[in-house]
């Protein structure tokens, strides 16, 4: 039996490949040519970058010692060893203190829960001294090994500020000191009405040039948070127009006509400027006075016994 002999075709040729599908040499990438563009050499980036995968983890394990109350606990740990180490809070001293109370400046700084020196919060103190209407400002620092110093800076009363019954020692910012009562109030200018204690520097500029008036008046009241009502020692009363420049040159207009007539101590009532036409006296119910025509008179107005004009 003969073998089959099977012949096979010619192998077909190849293509040669077109010039778009050849491949080209691979470069070095963006990232590897700004790597190279920098001034240090790789281990020195290599460095610098494990060291900020090392504070990123540092970070992130402080806030979660934060948040599991690790910090916190490390921190008592630490302040009362510095306590039992004989730093601990046992003397208080207060500097500049003339008025305000010793005993409410030691209990605001011994408030804190921890006294060991290295758990006060001198901030924290400061803040609540500053709470307190005598302060002005404050500064707390540490005496090691127990002492806490405190420096303070008072306020000066200028004023006592009469609202709803309730009589309170103000300084010039109206800022209030303390609650006073009538017998222990001082010999200051008495401010009355809803808002007369924030209007006390006001007051103050109004009678810087009537400086004649200013120890025959008892006090004075901020009518209708809109204008002034002085009242005089010898108990009269004057009202003022509204509006700062109005009211100063009402004012300077009565201190001339006091300084030449004497209307103060004459029996009158009140002395009406609100309008800066005219010039009202209220006279008392009882009778009249013979001399208010003649002070009228010098104001070149005609008196009145209506109290409102």
């Known amino acids: 039996m003969s073998k089959a002999t099977v012949k096979r075709g010619k192998a077909p040729a190849r293509r040669p490949a077109r010039a778009s599908q050849r491949r080209k040499p691979v470069g070095p990438s963006r990232l590897d040519q700004l790597i190279a563009a920098l001034p240090i050499g790789p281990a020195t980036l290599q460095r610098l970058?494990?060291?900020?995968?090392?504070?990123?983890?540092?970070?992130?394990?402080?806030?979660?010692?934060?948040?599991?109350?690790?910090?916190?606990?490390?921190?008592?740990?630490?302040?009362?060893?510095?306590?039992r180490a004989g730093f601990q809070v046992k003397r208080i001293e207060v500097v500049g203190a003339n008025r305000i109370?010793?005993?409410?400046?030691?209990?605001?700084?011994?408030?804190?829960?921890?006294?060991?020196?290295?758990?006060?919060?001198?901030?924290?103190?400061?803040?609540?001294?500053?709470?307190?209407?005598?302060?002005?400002?404050?500064?707390?620092?540490r005496r090691l090994p127990e002492t806490l110093v405190i420096d303070v800076v008072e306020r000066s009363p200028a004023a006592v500020w009469q609202h709803n019954?309730?009589?309170?020692?103000?300084?010039?910012?109206?800022?209030?000191?303390?609650?006073?009562?009538?017998?222990?109030?001082?010999?200051?200018?008495?401010?009355?009405?809803?808002?007369?204690?924030?209007?006390?520097?006001?007051?103050?500029?109004?009678?810087?040039?009537?400086?004649?008036?200013r120890p025959l008046l008892a006090g004075a009241t901020w009518v209708g948070d809109r204008r002034w009502d002085l009242r005089f020692q010898s108990g009269e009363t004057l009202s003022l127009p509204m509006g700062a420049a109005a009211a100063k040159r009402a004012l300077a207009r009565f201190t001339h006509m006091e300084g030449s007539n004497r209307l103060l101590g004459r029996g009158i009532v009140r002395f009406d400027m609100r309008d800066p036409t005219k010039f009202v006296l209220r006279l008392p119910p009882e009778g009249q006075i013979t001399s208010t025509a003649d002070a009228a008179d010098s104001a070149d107005a005609a008196p009145s016994t209506d109290t409102e004009a």
């Open 49 to 83: 970058a494990n060291y900020a995968i090392g504070g990123v983890l540092f970070i992130a394990a402080g806030f979660a010692a934060h948040f599991s109350g690790a910090t916190a606990w490390a921190h008592d740990q630490w302040a009362g060893s510095v306590a």
């Open 101 to 141: 109370d010793y005993l409410k400046v030691y209990d605001i700084a011994l408030s804190q829960q921890n006294r060991s020196m290295a758990a006060v919060d001198l901030d924290g103190v400061r803040a609540n001294l500053l709470k307190y209407g005598w302060i002005k400002d404050a500064r707390v620092s």
């Open 165 to 213: 019954r309730r009589l309170s020692l103000i300084d010039a910012n109206g800022v209030v000191l303390e609650p006073v009562t009538a017998a222990t109030m001082p010999d200051l200018p008495l401010l009355i009405g809803p808002g007369a204690n924030r209007r006390s520097r006001e007051l103050e500029t109004l009678l810087e040039n009537s400086r004649s008036l």
